[in-house]
C-alpha cells in the first residue's frame, strides 16, 4: 500500500501569539512546517503529500515547501475553519495513481477538482488501497519510527491507527459547571498524537459524513470502526503555548550536542 501524507498547518496559532501561523514559527532552524516535512518525506512507500496552508499565507507556503527537497508530488492547498476542514481540504488535494516520480511541489489552490488534474486511472485506489497519515504541522519533533509504526498498522490491516501514550496525571470528566462526572481509570487512558494513519477510502467516507472532531480518529470511531492505539513518542509533542516553543527549542537545542 502506498503512503500519503496530509499535514495540517492552517491553524492560527493565537494560543502561540507569535503573530503568525503557528506551523511558520520558527525554532532550531526552520519553521515548525519545515521540520514535519522534511521527517514526513522519509516515509517508506510515500506518494504524494498535501501540505493544508493558511488562506492567508498559502504563497509564504508554497515558496518554503518548494525550498524542501521532494522525491514526491507535494500539493499545497488553503485549510478551512476547524481542523476537520482543513484534513477535509487535504484530502481533496490528493490525486490517484501517481506513478511519476515528480520532484516539483505543486500549487493546488486553485484547482477546484484534483481528479481533473491528473490522467490517471480513476479506479486505481480501489485497487491498491492507500494508507493516508494525517499529521499536525505542530508535532514537529514526531520521530520518523512513529510514521512507520502508523503505517505499517494500516497495512496489517487496521483502517484506522492513532500513537499515543499513557497519562500521567488522573482525568476527570466534568459537566458545564465544572462538577466531576466521572474518573475514568488512568490505566486505560491515552494521549494521543499524530500521524494519525486511515484507509484513505475509509477516512474520505468519515470526513464526508460532515461530523466534526479535534481528531480524526474520532470520526472514524463515531462510524463504528475499531480505532488501534500504537505506541508513541514524548518528541512528537505538538507545540501551542509558549512554554512548548521553550521545550522545542530546547529539544533541537539537545539533538545538536
Ligand atoms: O489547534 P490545534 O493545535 O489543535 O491544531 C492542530 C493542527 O491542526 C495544527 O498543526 C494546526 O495548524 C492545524 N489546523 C489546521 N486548520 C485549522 C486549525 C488547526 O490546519 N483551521
Do not use: N
Amino acid at each position: 500500500m502506498s503512503v500519503a501524507v496530509i499535514i495540517v498547518a492552517a491553524g492560527s496559532g493565537s494560543r502561540l501569539g507569535a503573530g503568525l501561523p503557528k506551523a511558520l514559527v520558527e525554532v532550531g532552524g526552520g519553521t515548525l512546517l519545515e521540520h514535519s516535512l522534511r521527517t514526513a518525506l522519509q516515509v517508506t512507500g510515500l506518494e504524494q503529500v498535501a501540505v493544508v496552508a493558511p488562506t492567508s499565507h498559502l504563497e509564504t507556503v508554497t515558496e518554503l515547501v518548494h525550498g524542501v527537497r521532494a522525491g514526491c508530488v507535494v500539493h499545497v492547498v488553503a485549510g478551512g475553519a476547524d481542523r476537520t476542514a482543513s484534513v477535509a481540504a487535504g484530502l481533496a488535494a490528493l490525486v490517484d495513481g501517481l506513478g511519476d516520480d515528480t520532484t516539483e511541489p505543486r500549487d493546488d489552490s486553485d484547482t477546484s477538482d484534483p481528479s481533473e488534474s491528473t490522467d490517471a486511472d480513476p479506479q486505481a485506489d480501489l485497487v491498491e488501497p492507500q494508507v493516508v497519515l494525517v499529521h499536525d504541522a505542530a508535532r514537529c519533533f514526531t520521530p520518523l519510527e512513529v510514521y512507520e509504526r502508523v503505517a505499517d498498522a494500516v497495512r496489517e490491516g487496521w483502517v484506522a491507527v492513532v500513537p499515543g501514550l499513557p497519562v500521567v496525571d488522573t482525568v476527570k470528566v466534568v459537566d458545564e459547571r465544572g462538577v466531576v462526572h466521572s474518573t475514568p481509570p488512568r490505566a486505560r487512558l491515552r494521549a494521543v498524537q499524530t500521524p494519525q494513519g486511515f484507509v484513505r477510502s475509509e477516512l474520505e467516507a468519515a470526513h464526508a459524513s460532515g461530523i466534526s472532531a479535534t481528531d480524526d480518529a474520532a470520526l472514524l470511531e463515531q462510524l463504528g470502526h475499531q480505532v488501534l492505539v500504537v505506541e508513541g513518542d514524548p518528541s512528537a509533542f505538538k507545540v501551542t503555548t509558549p512554554a512548548d516553543l521553550v521545550r522545542a527549542q530546547r529539544h533541537t537545542a539537545s539533538l545538536s550536542t
